[in-house]
């Protein structure tokens, strides 16, 4: 089988590689899908603080169980399956808490331990999620991402009722605000600098989109949300400006969570958290209640992943996908590696 190996930044070699045998417990899963995300493009450009090389990448994916080793008893050979690409230790105090998401020594697939870019996969039967016969295998691979979104609506709270302000119209921004929506909220507003991707956010139906080029905030807020503003905030582009914006538009007392992941380090008006009683609540990854609500909220279609998908690569040309989201920048949402 092949299996895609980045050997240094910006380069993929394909290693023609033994099928794995199937140990107890674990499962042979032949992979279909693979999602490109930001993540992987700090890898790709040797800018990601925990990942070296070789590195086999691949996390948000969808695959067909093949073959399931002895004591597997929920899978069976043709189950639509994906990913959790989480690997921890169990020990430490996370673990013991149950936030295994956050734990000391977390690994995760495609960047600190192996990851899915190949033929076939051999995976604990504990990480394996199924994936219900509504979802395709295209949107099988967005579940991943989805799970960040509902991880972070999760963190902040209880937002029924509430209107959630949206920081930034990528793939995790769109689906934050997707699932602030499917998770109760009264309204959402996004806002991103680039008309495609307001347009993306139109097509997924989230209320109020707007473009902060082109339309003041301040104003789109009082406009959308009345003069009590937004009950909640997410930043989810990780950049300076959308920071400084959350921060001075957040209204006293409410909470902004902090999504996006930062390559500057910011600097935050701490002066006005303090005198606004603003809470800063950080979110990562996701748990297995993530997978799941994503999962029940794609099935039920009250988050709709179909608008992100810009384009397929075949497997051979996974390197191309990483040029083809260079060169379209904003243009380029989520991209799908097609491995059969
Ligand atoms: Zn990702
Ligand atoms: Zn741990």
């Known amino acids: 089988m092949l299996r895609a190996i980045m050997t240094k930044p910006g380069k993929i070699i394909f290693e023609d590689v033994q099928v794995p045998l199937v140990e107890d417990n674990k499962v042979l899963v032949k992979m279909a899908r693979i999602g490109v995300c930001g993540s992987d493009m700090h890898v790709y450009h040797g800018k990601h603080p925990y990942t070296s090389y070789p590195v086999v990448q691949g996390h948000e994916v969808t695959a067909v169980v093949e073959k399931c080793g002895a004591g597997v008893v929920d899978f069976a050979p043709g189950d639509k399956v994906t990913v959790q690409p989480q690997v921890f230790c169990g020990k430490c105090a996370m673990c013991r808490e149950g936030d295994y998401h956050i734990c000391e020594n977390l690994k995760v697939m495609g960047f600190q331990t192996e990851g899915m870019a190949a033929e076939y996969f051999q995976v604990d039967q504990s990480k394996l999620v199924h994936i219900p016969d509504e979802l395709d295998l295209d949107s099988g691979a967005l579940i991943e991402p989805v799970a960040v979104g509902i991880h972070a609506v999760r963190r902040l709270g209880n937002v029924k009722g509430k209107k959630v302000l949206v920081f930034g119209a990528g793939p995790i921004g769109n689906l934050t605000a997707q699932s602030a929506k499917a998770m109760g909220a009264e309204s959402v507003m996004i806002t991103d600098l680039s008309d495609f991707r307001i347009q993306k956010a139109v097509e997924c139906g989230i209320d109020f989109c707007v473009n902060t080029a ?124 097609d491995i059969f």
């Open 214 to 337: 082109k339309e003041d905030l301040k104003e789109a807020v009082l406009k959308n949300f009345g003069k009590d503003g937004a009950d909640a905030i997410f930043e989810c582009i990780g950049i300076q400006p959308t920071m400084d914006q959350a921060v001075s538009i957040a209204r006293k007392g409410t909470t902004i969570m902090v999504v996006g992941v930062f390559g500057d380090i910011p600097r935050v008006d701490l002066g006005l958290v303090q005198d606004r009683e603003l809470t800063l609540r950080g979110t990562l990854m996701y748990k297995r209640e993530d997978f799941d609500d994503a999962i029940r909220f794609m099935a039920d279609k009250k988050i709709v992943v179909t608008p992100l998908i810009s384009r397929h690569f075949a497997f051979k040309d996974y390197l191309k996908a990483y040029e083809f989201i260079e060169e379209s920048k904003d243009l380029a949402m989520k991209i799908l590696i």
